[in-house]
Structure formats: C-alpha cells, structure tokens
T-cell receptor
Framework: AQTVTQSQPEMSVQEAETVTLSCTYD???????LFWYKQPPSRQMILVIR??????QNATENRFSVNFQKAAKSFSLKISDSQLGDAAMYFC?????????????FGKGTKLTVNP | EPEVTQTPSHQVTQMGQEVILRCVPI?????FYWYRQILGQKVEFLVS????????KSEIFDDQFSVERPDGSNFTLKIRSTKLEDSAMYFC????????????FGDGTRLSIL
C-alpha cells in the first residue's frame, strides 16, 4: 500500500524568506501523481501544485515550486518570498495514475507559521 | 471560482443516531469523494462515486456508511448508527474526471458524536 510521510509537524518562516516542506512517499508504481494541498484555518483544502511522476521537470506555480526526486521518492515544496497568507496546514498527497484507484493518500500535514 | 460546498459546518449527534452529511460538488464534475480526518490524524479516503455507483471504497467504509446522489446536485454521506469513533472532520471532494484531474475540496463538516 502507498504511504506518504511528512516528517515536519510544524515549521515557521519569516515573512519574505524561503521555506521548504518535506514529503516522502512509498509506492511500487512507476506512474503516479503527487500533490501539495494548503488548508488555511477553518477553510477548505486548496490545490497548490501538482507533479506527474513521468515528467522529470519540477513543477512550479509562481512562488511555489517542488523538488521531485523520483528515485529517492521525495517531493518537497519550496515557498519563496513567504507571505502572511501562506500560513496554513500543508498536506502532501499521492494518487495512482493507473489501476483505477482515484483515492488520494495524504501525509499527516505540516503546520506552517509565517512570522511578520 | 466554483466551489464544493458542505453542510452543516458542524454536526453534533448522539451515539447510535443516524446522520447525513451533505455536499454540493462543482456542477460539471463527474467524480465525487468523501474523506475524513480524525483529530490529529491523517486525512483518510472513504469512498469514491462515479456514474451513480461506488467506484472504490476503503476498509473504513463499512455497512454503516452509504452514499447517494439523490438529485443532480447533492452528494450525501449517511452514517446509519453513529459511534464515538466516527467523530471527525468529513471532507467532500469532486473532480471533473479522474486520473490526472485535481480533486476540489469543500470546507468540511465537523461531526461530533456524544
């Protein structure tokens, strides 16, 4: 079974600085998708960024980028120029690309605090 | 931007009672999901639903649980006889199609069983 591990329960960063959130996963599949979701307090989970495992290029979305290391099964999220609005729980998630399973497998989350 | 909406935001129910959690997925989406998060634990998949039937369910989704799309807009999760361990945040999600399309989540319903 696939598992996703986020080893940092909490992280903090100064406003305008850069922070990296870690995520590792375990799968025997060769093709899959990886996601980072952001959940602000009392709000819905919002997709931040998505990576397709067959693509070698790391995904980027404005200030958010990933470091996808397929061999190491690592998928970290880098937030550049951190803003107060980035404060949230961040969840790493995995989904199979084949085999019919649509379910997301989540990590336990990292709570990010942004200090002014 | 279209959103997934869930009602109620908080539901308090006596143990043994039935509860129905409601979700309105994004209107042109075809795949629907329920997840739950027990306090302090991971978000866990419960069930996926497509073409008016369950396409996948987890071990958690036992006979006490059922899902329904009673009309063209609502997607409900029913727990027949609630237990204390059903207390959790329940998230509904939808996607336009499966596979490479992202799932869009609602705000969640906090279910408290007394």
């Amino acid at each position: 079974a696939q598992t996703v591990t986020q080893s940092q329960p909490e992280m903090s960063v100064q406003e305008a600085e850069t922070v990296t959130l870690s995520c590792t996963y375990d799968t025997s599949e060769s093709d899959y998708y990886l996601f980072w979701y952001k959940q602000p307090p009392s709000r819905q989970m919002i997709l931040v960024i998505r990576q397709e495992a067959y693509k070698q290029q790391n995904a980027t979305e404005n200030r958010f980028s990933v470091n996808f290391q397929k061999a190491a099964k690592s998928f970290s999220l880098k937030i550049s120029d951190s803003q107060l609005g980035d404060a949230a729980m961040y969840f790493c998630a995995y989904r199979a690309a084949q085999g019919g399973s649509e379910k997301l497998v989540f990590g336990k989350g990292t709570k990010l605090t942004v200090n002014p | 931007e279209p959103e997934v909406t869930q009602t109620p935001s908080h539901q308090v129910t006596q143990m043994g009672q039935e509860v129905i959690l409601r979700c309105v997925p994004i209107s042109n989406h075809l795949y629907f999901y329920w997840y739950r998060q027990i306090l302090g634990q991971k978000v866990e998949f419960l069930v996926s639903f497509y073409n008016n039937e369950i396409s996948e369910k987890s071990e958690i989704f036992d006979d006490q649980f059922s899902v329904e799309r009673p009309d063209g807009s609502n997607f409900t999760l029913k727990i027949r006889s609630t237990k204390l361990e059903d207390s959790a945040m329940y998230f509904c999600a939808s996607s336009w199609r499966g596979s490479n399309q992202p799932q869009h989540f609602g705000d969640g319903t906090r279910l408290s069983i007394l």
